[in-house]
């Protein structure tokens, strides 16, 4: 009975002072990776789990973290950075997704894959992309969707009108 006692308290004091930071930022989201994105004035940064500002509010738009890694944005260009802040791959996409199964989509003009150092593991192909799951991601050309491997082999022909995420 204390054990559950002292978990609804640490909930009550969690869910207390996560509404101060509703109060000190337009937007605050969710966590992940030990870090929310918080938005103020049309800027986005980083909080703590105390609700320290970790990461200044500088970037116009910013995911959540994933492996790792935020993708912000700056005058329509994207990049990564860590968690401590620092720009770890340039700002010089014009879309980006998180990262997934070690690997996030860019587009560059067209879609491709890279790796947490910035590196393309599959070069630029597609005309949309999505991210990696159970080792698929869906890619199209001409309007079709398909899938690859995490090699950028086609498995499932690029030949449907449609395709999300993978799963099961």
């Known amino acids: 009975m204390k054990k559950l006692s002292a978990i609804l308290l640490l909930l009550a004091f969690n869910l207390a002072y996560g509404q101060k930071h509703l109060k000190d930022y337009d937007c605050v989201d969710q966590y992940a990776e030990g ?9 986005n940064g980083f909080i703590d789990i105390t609700g320290k500002l970790v990461i200044p509010l ?24 860590d968690s401590t802040g620092k720009e770890v ?3 010089k996409f ?5 990262f997934h199964e070690g690997v996030a989509a860019v587009n560059e003009g067209k879609f491709g894959y890279i790796d947490k150092t910035g590196k393309y593991v599959i070069e630029p192909a ?15 050309k001409k309007n079709m969707w398909g ?15 449609y395709a999300d995420k993978f799963s099961n």
């Open 147 to 161: 899938y690859i491997n995490a090699s950028g082999n086609v498995v499932i022909p690029i030949r449907y009108s």
């Open 35 to 43: 870090y929310a994105k918080v938005r103020k004035n049309d800027k």
């Open 89 to 91: 791959i340039p700002m």
């Open 58 to 81: 500088m970037y116009d738009d910013a995911l959540c973290f994933s492996e790792g890694r935020a993708a912000v944005s700056i005058k329509n260009k994207w990049g990564f950075i």
């Open 126 to 140: 597609y005309e949309q992309a999505g991210s990696f799951s159970e080792g698929l991601a869906p890619v199209s």
């Open 94 to 98: 014009l879309e980006v997704y998180s």
